[in-house]
């Protein structure tokens, strides 16, 4: 019995700490900026646009509201989604905007990372 009252301060204060709801990705692992000039495609972000999807290795030009910003999706094999505010200009888009990030084809193995496996 005396075991169990040593034993279970220390595992409430070990679950205390733990923490609760989705993590957050380092900004070092979503990519870097760019020269918009220097993107291979562009994004128009309007007020009916939802999300954006990309794949990574890309390179983007995001325009909204007569302002511009170019990224590059070399990003994190980990990195799936992030909100494109993170990583844009203060104040350019106002709203969240949800970045879904397809894997790199040139590291993938075995082809198409979306077929069932054989």
Do not use: K
């Not at 692992?29 to 794949?55: C, D, E, K, Q, Y």
């Not at 200009?89 to 198409?112: A, E």
């Amino acid at each position: 019995m005396s075991l169990w009252l040593l034993f279970a301060p220390a595992m409430l204060a070990l679950l205390g700490g733990c923490r609760s709801g989705p993590v957050q990705q380092r900004a070092d692992l979503l990519g870097t900026t760019i020269p918009a000039s220097a993107a291979a495609h562009s994004v128009v972000i309007t007020p009916a646009t939802r999300w954006v999807n990309v794949t990574g290795g890309d390179t983007v030009r995001f325009v909204a509201g007569g302002r511009e910003f170019g990224w590059d999706f070399h990003v994190s094999p980990l990195v799936q989604v992030f909100d494109l505010n993170r990583v844009a200009p203060p104040g350019m888009l106002g709203r969240p905007l949800p970045v879904y990030v397809d894997p790199d084809p040139n590291y993938s193995i075995g082809g198409d990372w979306r077929a069932p496996p054989r």
